[in-house]
């Protein structure tokens, strides 16, 4: 193998076994999800194609707030890289309805901002 290790210069930011597959900011290359976690690939975020997943790591939340989509109004808050602070997709907080209700505390990542870091 010959995948390069992944380092971030803060201390308080999570590392995982690099024979993992992982999504990565794409602006500072840290780690910010399992692919693991991944949910659902046929999401739209602001800058195209986008991903639900479960979870997220090194990542920060922006403010809380109301947004008015497609499938009606979402509570979500900005999902922000915890190491160059760039916005990586947003967080749902609270959903319209309750067929939307899985959305709820899973997070929305946009391709554009981010690496997938095996297979590429
Ligand atoms: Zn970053």
């Not at 790591?57 to 808050?77: D, F, Q, S, V």
């Amino acid at each position: 193998m010959s995948k390069e290790s992944t380092t971030c210069s803060k201390q308080d930011l999570h590392y995982l076994p690099s024979d993992q597959p992982v999504f990565s900011c794409k602006g500072c290359s840290c780690v910010i999800a399992l692919q693991d976690e991944l949910c659902s690939k046929g999401f739209t975020g602001g800058s195209g194609k986008a991903f639900l997943i479960n979870s997220t790591i090194n990542t920060n939340l922006g403010k809380k707030e109301e947004r008015k989509l497609i499938t009606g109004t979402h509570t979500c808050a900005d999902l922000l890289c915890a190491s160059c602070g760039a916005s990586l997709g947003w967080k749902y907080l609270k959903t319209p309805t309750a067929e939307q209700k899985y959305k709820e505390n899973r997070f929305i990542l946009e391709q554009a901002k981010i690496v997938k870091e095996n297979n590429w």
